[in-house]
């Protein structure tokens, strides 16, 4: 009997161990560390100069936006019901970044964003929605986005839609935690562990994720990806 009692905690440990191990295998990095595989730049400025200074690059086994010239860093790949984790700060000055889930079509707006629904990183303005071609709800429409028969999707409307909190970013210089969940037409984006945005009804449900290069420099130590198929409630 205490052969089989020992048996059973034993086979117990190890199913227990190899959940875990698949657990943590769901993971992807993004971002490696080491260089850009997975990715492709889209710099509009590049069409005409191709040796134009790099937008992206990689320094100190960080991921850096230079911020010029203007443009985007497009994962190959397309995704759909996710938790995306990324760790950034702003290296000098405060300024303008953000990361696009959804993206698809290139240069959609202003012949530089692709069509997506972009998740703001602007300091002090981290967790706003901006739509690009586009469009989501959130609950106090009118409230955020401003009058209603403003709201729009391309160039001239309000595509901005204000965040939940002030000052959920952390001093300039110090790392920050965003986790963007997106799941069928949800998302949901926390800023240091503080809910900033939620919106539901989204016109898209998967595409690509992009790193944009909008005048700031940024950097990025960790962009992971973990697959999920329900959000994380909220009050």
Not at 39 to 51: E, G, L, T, Y
Request: proline share 5%; with cysteine.
């Amino acid at each position: 009997m205490k052969n089989l009692l020992s048996l059973f905690v034993i086979l117990t440990v190890v199913i227990s161990c190899q959940s875990n191990r698949s657990n943590v295998a769901k993971t992807k990095k993004l971002f490696n560390g080491v260089d850009l595989s997975g990715w492709h730049v889209d710099v509009p400025a590049a069409d005409i100069n191709p040796d134009t200074t790099k937008s992206f690059i990689i320094r100190d086994s960080l991921l850096v936006s230079m911020g010029d010239p203007r443009g985007h860093l497009i994962t190959d790949s397309v995704f759909q019901n996710y938790r995306l984790q990324v760790k950034y700060r702003f290296a000098g000055s405060p300024g303008n970044c953000g990361v696009l889930v959804h993206a698809s079509t290139p240069r959609a707006l202003y012949k530089m964003f692709p069509k997506s629904l972009e998740v703001q990183m602007q300091h002090k303005d981290a967790g706003d929605f901006w739509c690009i071609v586009e469009d989501i709800e959130v609950p106090n429409m009118l409230e955020r986005r401003g009058p209603k028969e403003e709201w729009g999707i391309i160039e001239g409307k309000t595509r901005r839609i204000v965040n939940l909190t002030d000052d959920s970013e952390n001093p300039l210089g110090e790392w920050n935690t965003m986790v963007v969940e997106c799941v069928a037409d949800t998302i949901k984006v926390w800023v240091n562990n503080e809910l900033v945005n939620y919106g539901y009804n989204c016109t898209a449900t998967k595409g690509q994720i992009a790193v944009q290069a909008e005048g700031s420099e940024v950097e990025f130590r960790k962009i992971d990806l973990t697959p999920i198929q329900k959000t994380t409630p909220v009050n």
